[in-house]
């Protein structure tokens, strides 16, 4: 059974930072590419950061960019996205996303997100 289980969401003041974390299990976590996603009420999800199999690889969007960063750590099957300088407009509802490719297939795995509220 596939599981990615988000964690360390919560409320924090404007300029303030938050880790966290997905716990991942189910599936081949050292083989898949990792990505953090977002999404606020109404609008479509946002990926803000990926990172490859390996962890040597990241991208980071314009929008988070010196701000967020993404690692992983494949012996504990985790994902991490440190977020510091955060903004009002960093809120949201964070999600975790494994990409594996089976043969020709394309397995894509959710988690069931973790709220971040940034206030000022």
């Known amino acids: 059974q596939v599981q990615l289980v988000e964690s360390g969401g919560g409320s924090v003041q404007v300029g303030g930072s938050l880790r966290l974390s997905c716990a991942a299990s189910g599936f081949p976590f050292s083989m898949s590419d990792l990505n953090w996603y977002r999404q606020t009420p109404g609008k479509e999800r946002e990926l803000v950061a990926s990172i490859n199999r390996a962890g040597i690889s990241t991208n980071i969007p314009d929008s988070v960019k010196g701000r967020f960063i993404i690692s992983r750590d494949n012996a504990m099957n985790t994902l991490y996205l440190q977020m510091n300088d955060l903004k009002p407009e960093d809120t949201a509802a964070y999600y975790c996303?494994?990409?594996?490719?089976?043969?020709?297939?394309?397995?894509?795995?959710w988690g069931q997100g973790t709220q971040v509220t940034v206030s000022s």
């Open positions: 996303n494994a990409i594996y490719w089976r043969g020709i297939s394309t397995l894509a795995y």
